[in-house]
Each structure stands twice: as structure tokens, then as C-alpha cells.
């Protein structure tokens, strides 16, 4: 997505217009043009406009509707929602956890695509009486396009291929069943990859029959598909991976720190370079006042590095980018994740005690999920989701010992 306008907020969640829904907007709004004008040959343009404008914003109010369903029954279960946006390929509603249960996945999946066929079913009843009452020509067009659309996206959302609404269903059913989260998405997705591959063959069908839009649409739908399946698997396998991990299992300990008054010159020769880290914690009065990267250090010139020192240049500390070490590793994800930081500050009872970065966490999720999937019935390695709990590094690091400051 490009960039969101916020347009409402109900029950707490924005609800947005991303820059891309323009394009998806027009090419709508086009197609109704077509179809209205197909079939009235006698309405002048700037009427046809309007009722290709109406048709299509209320087309887009019904996806609004299918995404909020899906948000408030999330609301319900306690899973946040962060927001719902319209974009190019639809609707999304943007959640801030899993759902911890097959159950409410299941009802969150299930709600959207009832929504849309109900919807459906409701514009077909417009339709129906507006053929009876012999209303105007318009109202008939448009309400049998609304009704058949909304049932056709209803129906298209059920297909079992993750991420669409039919996979995450599917995906609930194999959790239940198996007691596995990471395997019922990896079948998921398979299948949500299959139907990717489909729908490209599909798209190339239609490019051979010069259908040029449909089938360029299709591919990049297939393309959308597949890449949110992939993204999807991968924040699974992660959270398993970190499950009844806790920050101190992962972190690196004890930090290399620096004073703010190093200058940059003495912090590229003998940390940079030497200790091969790429971002130091800035300590001083014991305290962690900043971090200091590699990337600080590009936008100094190398004539004034005797001049400058890190505190000139570090990123100052903030408390998004503190955890403490006892903190649940997977929260901690989710923290490195939302905040635009590659690292966290490590603190226990008020003290620095490590650092923890995403290639930490990578590196750890690789190992855990390769032991994971191919150590049958050894330790925690089976897959139960308990780690041990770790004594080594249950000390908190004592700074004077570690640098020299
Ligand atoms: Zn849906």
C-alpha cells in the first residue's frame, strides 16, 4: 500500500483510503458506465456518470461492510484490530494478533463472506421488487449488478486458498483438528499457493483472448495472493518458533557499550571495526541514553569524524525501544516489528543487560524451526512449545565490567 487517508472511525478502528483504491475506484466505476450503458442507449453522459459513481461507491460500501463484520467480530474475541482499509485489491482489515483459537478464527473468517452474501441476497430482493413495480430502469440495472457481485465476492472469498476468508475457515477446521497452528497454515497455504498458480494460468488465458484488463487483473491478484500466503506462513512459523521464549533466551549479552563521548573516528576503528557490531547502546551515569549504528555514522564525512562525537549522532533512547529481559520474546517481536528500530534495549531491574535485533531473532526462529520440524519426539524440539528455562544468562551484566568507559 501506498498511503491512507483516515476517513471514519467506528468502535475505535480507522478506517482508511489507501492512495491505490483510486485506480480499483475507476476501473469500477468504469465497468458499471459499461454495463448501465449497454442497456439504457438513451442517457446522457453526465447522468450516466453519477449513476456509475453511486453504483460503484455503494459496491465499495458493501466491501466496507464484509472488512468491519470481520473487525468486530475480531473486537469480540479480543483480538485488536488496528484498522480497515480499502486498496487496490479490495478490502483489509489489519489485525494486531492472531486469533488464539481455532474457534475464533472461524468465526471471524466466516462472518465476512455471509455478510457479502447476505448483502447480495438483500440488492436481488431490490431487484426483484423494482422488476415488479416496473421502477426505474437504473434502479433495476444496479441493484441486479450489486446483488450478483456481492454474492460472487461472498462465494470467491469461501474458496479454502489462505489468506482469503475460505482458507483462514479451512485453516481453523486443520487447526482443530490437529492441535497445530504451524502445520494447519502451512497446508493452508499450499493450497492458497495453488490457487495463486490457477489464477495466473487463468489471467494468461485471458491475455490470449485480448481480454488485456481482466487478465492483467488476475495475475497481479495471483501475485497479491501468493505474497500474503508466503508472509502469512513466515508470522506463524516465527511466533511458534518464539513461543515460551522469553527475551533473555535471545538477546545478545552482555552489550558492548560506548560513551556519548567517544568521538566517531575512535568508534568506527575500535568498535566498528574491531568488534565487528553493527550498533552500540550509549551509556552514561550507568544509564542507556542512546544507540549508535553504523547508519549514524554514513551521514558524518570522514573529515569530521576527529570533531564529532555518538552523542551528536545516536539515536536518542526512547521507551519503544526498551524491553526488559523477562518480557515474552514474542511481544518483543511484535514491538521490533511496529517500530521502524532493527534493535531493542535489554533492561532488568533498571539496568542494561543486553541487546536483542532482529538478526538475533531470525537466526534463532531458523535454528528452533529446522530443530522443529525434523527432531521427531526429542525434548522441546517435538514441537510442545515449552523452552527451557535458560540460567545463564539470568544475571543481570554488571556495566563496569564490560566496557571502558
Ligand atoms: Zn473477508
Redesign the pocket.
Known amino acids: 500500500m501506498i498511503g491512507a487517508i483516515t476517513i471514519a472511525r467506528v468502535r475505535g478502528i480507522p478506517v482508511k483510503l489507501d492512495f491505490s483504491w483510486v485506480i480499483i475506484f475507476v476501473l469500477v466505476t468504469s465497468t458499471v458506465s459499461s454495463e448501465i450503458g449497454s442497456q439504457i442507449k438513451d442517457l446522457n453522459p453526465a447522468a450516466l456518470l453519477l449513476l456509475a459513481v453511486l453504483g460503484s461507491l455503494i459496491f465499495f460500501f458493501s466491501l466496507l461492510l464484509?472488512?468491519m463484520?470481520?473487525a468486530f467480530v475480531a473486537q469480540n474475541d479480543k483480538i485488536g484490530v488496528r484498522s480497515v482499509t480499502l486498496f487496490l485489491f479490495g478490502?483489509v482489515?489489519q489485525l494486531e494478533n492472531e486469533p488464539e483459537s481455532p474457534g475464533a478464527e472461524f468465526r471471524m473468517?466466516a462472518v465476512?463472506?455471509a455478510v457479502?452474501i447476505v448483502l447480495g441476497v438483500i440488492f436481488l430482493g431490490i431487484w426483484y421488487y423494482a422488476v415488479q413495480m416496473n421502477l426505474w430502469l437504473p434502479i433495476i440495472i444496479l441493484s441486479n449488478m450489486l446483488g450478483v457481485i456481492n454474492i460472487a465476492l461472498g462465494i470467491f472469498?469461501l474458496v479454502p486458498a489462505f489468506p482469503?476468508?475460505g482458507g483462514r475457515i479451512f485453516r481453523a477446521i486443520v487447526w482443530a483438528i490437529t492441535k497445530d497452528l504451524r502445520k494447519a497454515t502451512s497446508i493452508a497455504v499450499g493450497m492458497g499457493k495453488f490457487f495463486a498458480f490457477v489464477l495466473v494460468l487463468w489471467g494468461l488465458m485471458l491475455l490470449l483472448k485480448q481480454e488485456w484488463i481482466s487478465g492483467i487483473w488476475l495475475i497481479f491478484i495471483a501475485l497479491f495472493l501468493y505474497q500474503a500466503a508466503s508472509s502469512s506462513l513466515r508470522m506463524v512459523t516465527i511466533q511458534k518458533a518464539l513461543s515460551g521464549v522469553r527475551v533473555a533466551d535471545i538477546m545478545s549479552s552482555p552489550p558492548v557499550t560506548v560513551s556519548p563521548d567517544l568521538t566517531v573516528a575512535g568508534l568506527v576503528y575500535e568498535y566498528f571495526l574491531s568488534h565487528r557490531i553493527f550498533a552500540y547502546p550509549v551509556v552514561e551515569n550507568w544509564l542507556p541514553t542512546g544507540i549508535v549504528t553504523t547508519e549514524d555514522v554514513k551521514k558524518i564525512p570522514r573529515e569530521r569524524w576527529d570533531a564529532v562525537t555518538v552523542r551528536d549522532i545516536m539515536q536518542p533512547v526512547t521507551p519503544d525501544m526498551m524491553v526488559s529481559s523477562e518480557d515474552d520474546m514474542g511481544d518483543a517481536f511484535l514491538k521490533l516489528n511496529e517500530s521502524d528500530k532493527t534493535r531493542l534495549l535489554v533492561m532488568y531491574q533498571g539496568k542494561l543487560v543486553g541487546i536483542l535485533s532482529t538478526s538475533d531473532v531470525s537466526r534463532f526462529v531458523q535454528i528452533r524451526d529446522s530443530l522443529d520440524r525434523t527432531g521427531r519426539g526429542s525434548g522441546w524440539a517435538g514441537g510442545s512449545g515449552n523452552f527451557p528455562a535458560r540460567h545463564v544468562r539470568q544475571v543481570p551484566y554488571e556495566q563496569k565490567d564490560q566496557h571502558p568507559l
Open positions: 464484509h472488512e463484520s470481520h478490502g482489515a473468517a465476512g463472506p457479502s472469498n482469503l476468508d
